[in-house]
T-cell receptor, first 114, second 110 residues
Framework: GDSVTQMEGPVTLSEEAFLTINCTYT??????LFWYVQYPGEGLQLLLK?????DKGSNKGFEATYRKETTSFHLEKGSVQVSDSAVYFC?????????????FGQGTILTVHP | DAGVTQSPTHLIKTRGQQVTLRCSPK?????VSWYQQALGQGPQFIFQ???????QRGNFPDRFSGHQFPNYSSELNVNALLLGDSALYLC?????????FGPGTRLTVT
């Protein structure tokens, strides 16, 4: 079945540091890939997405590139801020964007210190 | 434009009881999915409703059931609650594209 594996956390960084959160996946078919962010006490917010190989999703300074050859979708940001502290989830969807189900990784807790 | 809303925000139930959670989708969205997020884990897909029918179901027992109404709102029902059902229950709505999540209902089973 489909699965997503994220790097083990938590991750603690100083403000303005470079961020990488690794994500690899296993899927039947050709999935769409997503990063969601969850702030304390809130639901999930879509951060970025990519729907085909070599696509780069980007939003709010975060980027991730769909790498089919390595089945990866690593999240990066060049300079993190304290406000980026949250839980980040990598996810995939098969069965079509319109009605597929999301399969999530276990989440990575990011804490950014001033 | 209101996003996805869920009620109640928090709920405490006793083992063996039944619970109903509610979700109103984002305006214009016709598909509702439910997810269970245990503490420290990623969300797990429960089921999805479209045109008042269950279209997909995850690996959850029959104790978990749902309903979608003509206005696209949805309910999640859980019977015979177990301690392991304690979790954040997330509703997500969509219209042929990415899903938008509500804030969730925190269910505690004692």
């Amino acid at each position: 079945g489909d699965s997503v594996t994220q790097m083990e956390g938590p991750v603690t960084l100083s403000e303005e540091a470079f961020l990488t959160i690794n994500c690899t996946y296993t899927a039947t078919g050709y999935p769409s890939l997503f990063w969601y962010v969850q702030y304390p006490g809130e639901g999930l917010q879509l951060l970025l997405k990519a729907t085909k190989a070599d696509d780069k999703g980007s939003n709010k300074g975060f980027e991730a590139t769909y790498r089919k050859e390595t089945t990866s979708f690593h999240l990066e940001k060049g300079s993190v801020q304290v406000s980026d502290s949250a839980v980040y989830f990598c996810a995939l969807k098969t069965g079509g964007t319109s009605y597929g189900k999301l399969t999530f990784g276990q989440g990575t807790i990011l804490t950014v210190h001033p | 434009d209101a996003g996805v809303t869920q009620s109640p925000t928090h709920l405490i139930k006793t083992r063996g009881q039944q619970v109903t959670l509610r979700c109103s989708p984002k305006s214009g969205h016709d598909t509702v999915s439910w997810y269970q997020q245990a503490l420290g884990q990623g969300p797990q897909f429960i089921f999805q409703y479209y045109e008042e029918e269950e279209r997909q179901r995850g690996n959850f027992p029959d104790r978990f059931s749902g309903h979608q109404f003509p206005n696209y709102s949805s309910e999640l029902n859980v019977n015979a609650l177990l301690l392991g059902d304690s979790a954040l229950y997330l509703c997500a709505s969509s219209l042929r594209r990415e899903e938008y999540f509500g804030p969730g209902t925190r269910l505690t089973v004692t």
